[in-house]
């Protein structure tokens, strides 16, 4: 069957065209970290970073009150309601949600710029922020996370020593509205061990760098083929066999 092949494209051809595609610059991917408050997801990034160093982490704005040891534009840009209104009616915001009475928000022009440059960009987001994103951005990479169970929840959320008994309760219903919600994500993921589900997020986004979507299509087919689509070219390659 390959001998048929031989005459009009030889292996090495075919090997330069395979080393180019894997060798051909992906666009930049928006990778989209949502799951109840508690679950550990700024932990879970964190260890992931440690793994994947050029991997960028996008700055949220928000409207509430730092914690303790958090920094203004290294964890999020706190700005006050009346700034983060302004920023809406400018068009500055990509998504935004309210949670717990405060706004959260993603900075839109920042991710815009850099996924364009070809930079992978990691997200901590709110549910409904991810599936805002998830509309505007229909290759973004959305993944959930999921606590081991509502008990280890509750414990994680009261170590932090931040929540009331009003704001527990709150946190707790939210909690099971936004788990009904996981199986509109691309991935789902059980953080019971925070070294170990920042792997399984590495080994996600391997595999979704390597989508024929990522690459830039248009210019490695006409690097490669000229005038013919990689596409066209591989259903005459299958039909010559």
């Known amino acids: 069957m390959l001998e048929r092949l031989r005459g009009d494209l030889h292996d090495d051809v075919i090997e330069g065209i395979v080393q180019t595609y894997r060798e051909y610059p992906t666009t ?20 992931l970073k440690k793994i994947m160093p050029s991997l960028e982490h996008s700055i949220s ?33 990509l998504e935004h ?24 960009i990691i997200m901590d987001v709110t ?7 998830l509309d505007k951005f229909s ?18 959320l009261r170590e932090r020593g931040t929540e009331t008994e009003e704001s527990m309760i709150f946190r707790s219903k939210k ?33 979704e760098k390597l989508r024929a979507v990522r690459r830039a ?3 490695f087919s006409n690097q490669m083929f000229g005038q013919t689509s990689l596409r066209q070219f591989v259903i005459g390659l299958v039909n010559s066999m």
């Open 175 to 207: 909690a099971i509205d936004e788990i009904n919600q996981a199986t509109k994500f691309d991935y789902i993921l059980i953080n019971k061990d925070v070294e170990q589900t920042a792997r399984e997020i590495h080994h996600i986004l391997i595999a």
């Open 139 to 156: 290759t973004s990479c959305n993944i959930f996370l999921l606590p081991p169970s509502l008990s280890e929840l509750e414990k994680r």
């Open 97 to 120: 949600d309210v949670y717990g009475g405060n706004f959260y928000g993603t900075p839109r022009e920042a991710i815009e710029r850099r996924i364009g440059s070809g930079e992978d």
């Open 28 to 47: 930049g991917m928006l990778v989209c970290v949502s799951g109840p408050s508690g679950v550990g997801k700024g932990t879970v990034i964190a260890a």
């Open 61 to 93: 704005v928000t409207t509430r009150e730092p914690r303790e040891g958090e920094v203004d534009g290294v964890d999020y840009y706190f700005r006050t309601k009346e700034e983060f209104a302004t920023m809406l009616e400018n068009n500055q915001i």
């Open 127 to 133: 549910v409904p922020g991810s599936l805002s994103v």
């Open 217 to 219: 299509k248009e210019n």
